[in-house]
């Protein structure tokens, strides 16, 4: 019966909705007797206190009408809130055990029940939390820890959010040595296989370097010391190599055997420039002619093109091998169509011959994935490159480098123009095609760059200088990601051919 009467005690107390009689002064009582004018007496505490005269500061509505009164509301000046029995039960609790002595004995295994429950049920000991950390870093999670709510902010990136960045080194990859190199800018010495190897005319020898083991061969060498090599062209395959020579001649190597298989006569001057479309061997001279050779017959000189009245310098078939570019020191940029089988001509025209350019143009790129755009470079007097469309024949865009071109590329796997270049700069430009905006500048060479090619993976190049230096550069390779799905759609498109075929 004790405990009944303590708690309807408990309840007595904390039950707000009875007259405070032992209280301080109610608002509206503090505002009733200090105003001036006359106050009405006898409220109760359960009237609310709304319900004032004209004499109070709040006016009422409309004047004349009944005033109505609100609804008597329990405790109106204060926030009750609302209490189940759960609270009442805590409350019962706390009164009664909280000035109660603490057991000592199991003061330690409560402490333990209560951290248990901490990481059971916040995955941390409450304990030690801490409402603010001033820290530069945040805390990390305990080991095992999983966080369920989901994360709208996060400091840490993810792996999709990451931009990745291509990064382009301004040093070369590797540098080897080309000693006795001849700084002749009409000169075409340098040049990358299929098969990842790269030939490059010393004097007169011509020395394959293997990119992918190292290895450094002597191919051939000239009988005459006064003789030197002035072009070298690979097969598509990277089986055979073309060199042209002073004494007016072209000879070609087997170079897994290193043997020569012919020598060609047919020029009258040295041949600087060649280029391969198939079996036919396309050289120009000194003398402007550029001569086609049918490598598998005999009589191998099959045409004669006549369009320069000086060196040809530059010579590259298109991809599609439809269109031959030449340039030569008079300024020209001619294309020629391609020689129609068994058909010998020697007075072939040429489907379009540009005279833009003041100086001489020896640097010649087809785009790979255009085959109709053409981009050539002048010289010192020009210095500009121009991206001519073969089939329209208009001038798309023209770019003033400040300096002699001497080479060009493009790039496939970021769609750009690389071009190499000769006084003033003597340094290499990464060009974005077709804008020609500047990505990137290589520096390092001493002296002009001669010519440029690029690796059959298309992710490297390699520049040979008259600093008697070749250098390396890399800034081409394909994102993994990129790759695979390339790979992708390259293998899909090949199940469409065969089942349409």
Partial sequence: MAQFGFENDVHSILKLDMPITNAPMARWQRKASSSNTSSVSGLSPGKSANVSLSSSKTPSKTPGKNKKQTPSKTGADRFIPTRNSKQMDVANFLLTKENEPVDTNNAA????????????????????????HLGGKPLNAPEGYQNNLKVLYSQATTPASVKKTRYISSAPDRILDAPEIRNDFYLNLLDWSSRNVLAVALHNSVYLWDATQGDV?????LEREE?????????????????????????????????????????????????????????GSRSGHIHHHDVRVAEHHIATLTGHSQEVC??????????????GNDNLVCVWPRVQEGSVSNNSQAVRCWSEHQGAVKALAWC????????SGGGTSDRHIRIWNVNSGSCISSLDTQSQISSMVFAPNYKELVSAH????????????????RVAELNGHEDRVLSLTMSP??????????????????GFEVDPLKKAKQKMIKSTSGVIQQSIR
Avoid: F
């Fill in 227 to 283: 003789d030197y090599i002035c072009s070298v062209s690979w097969t598509k395959e990277g089986s055979y190599l073309a060199i042209g020579t002073r004494d007016c001649k072209v000879q070609l190597w087997d170079v897994e055997n290193q043997k020569r298989l012919r020598s060609m006569a047919s020029h009258t001057a040295r041949v600087g420039s060649l280029s391969w479309n198939d079996h036919v061997l396309s050289s």
């Fill in 217 to 221: 061969t002597l191919l051939m060498k």
């Fill in 109 to 132: 295994g409560t402490s333990e029940n209560q951290k248990a429950w901490s990481l059971s049920l916040n995955g941390y000991n409450i304990e030690d939390a801490k409402i603010l």
């Fill in 314 to 327: 530059g010579l590259k078939w298109s991809p599609d091998g439809r269109y031959l570019a030449s340039g």
């Fill in 457 to 474: 993976d298309c992710s490297s190049i390699a520049t040979v200088a008259g600093d008697e230096t070749i250098r390396l550069w890399k």
């Fill in 368 to 375: 790979p994935w255009q085959p109709n755009i053409l981009a």
């Fill in 422 to 437: 000769g006084y003033v700069h003597n340094n290499v430009v990464i060009w974005k095609y077709p804008s020609l905006t």
